[in-house]
């Protein structure tokens, strides 16, 4: 069964174009992010939902919009794509203890943007 | 604030060797969580092991051993008797304290580790 899965896996698209990654756990997490990995690998947290609410935002323009219909499903939605936007998105899920425990996040397969 | 160094940025060994990956990291925070990910040439992220400050006994699992210094800020990662399917990307990564429920994983540039037959 897979854990943390994204879809498309590979995303090839136009400049200018709108385009939208999906992200769906079945671990039953209640926290949900986007981290995007550039062409040097390097990876860095773009957003987090805990419960549906938008909990971090780290400094990304705002043509990236996430969505979270459910605690299960976090969306990336791209607008005005750039070429610069080309890089590898990873959801991840980890569960929220109200003790205060923080637990492992869990990473999808990532989806490879191209922006052409 | 808080920053993950991987200062190795390529490590090639042939099989059978040892080797160890190195991480060390800046906190400000008392309470904070270490964790190592492998990503294989295939992509995907897979979760290895997770320390939090409070623990500093080290850990063996089967080949791979972690080493947690506190007085070093570091916490390193040994793989013994390498072989080739070792072969991948491993990083390095810091959480601090959670915000509502989430937590912010800061990674290190990662170390890209060649095992040759």
């Known amino acids: 069964d897979t854990a943390v899965s994204q879809t498309p896996k590979y995303l090839v698209t136009q400049m200018g174009n709108d385009k939208s990654i999906k992200c769906e756990q079945n671990l039953g997490h209640d926290t949900m992010y986007w981290y995007k990995q550039d062409s040097k690998k390097f990876l860095k947290i773009m957003f987090s939902?805990?419960?549906?609410?938008?909990?971090i935002n780290e400094t990304v323009p705002n043509r990236f919009s996430p969505k979270s219909p459910d605690k299960a499903h976090l969306n990336l939605h791209i607008n005005s794509l750039e070429l610069g936007d080309s890089a590898v998105y990873f959801c991840?899920?980890?569960?929220?203890?109200?003790?205060?425990?923080?637990?492992?996040?869990?990473f999808g397969p990532g989806t490879r943007l191209t922006v052409l | 604030a808080q920053k993950v160094t991987q200062a190795q940025t390529e490590i090639s060994v042939v099989e059978k060797e040892d080797v160890t990956l190195d991480c060390v990291y800046e906190t400000r925070d008392t309470t904070y969580y270490l964790f190592w990910y492998k990503q294989p040439p295939s992509g995907e992220l897979v979760f290895l092991i997770r320390?939090?400050?409070?623990?500093?006994q080290n850990e063996i699992s089967g080949r791979y051993s972690w080493n947690f210094q506190k007085s070093t800020s570091s916490f390193n990662f040994t793989i013994t008797a390498s072989q080739v399917v070792d072969s991948a990307v491993y990083f390095c990564a810091l959480s601090e304290a959670r915000i509502q429920g989430a937590q912010k994983l800061v990674f290190g540039q990662g170390t890209r580790l060649t095992i040759n037959p």
């Open positions: 991840a899920s980890s569960q929220d203890w109200a003790s205060g425990y923080t637990d492992t996040q869990y």
């Open positions: 320390r939090n400050s409070f623990d500093e």
């Open positions: 939902y805990n419960n549906k609410e938008l909990i």
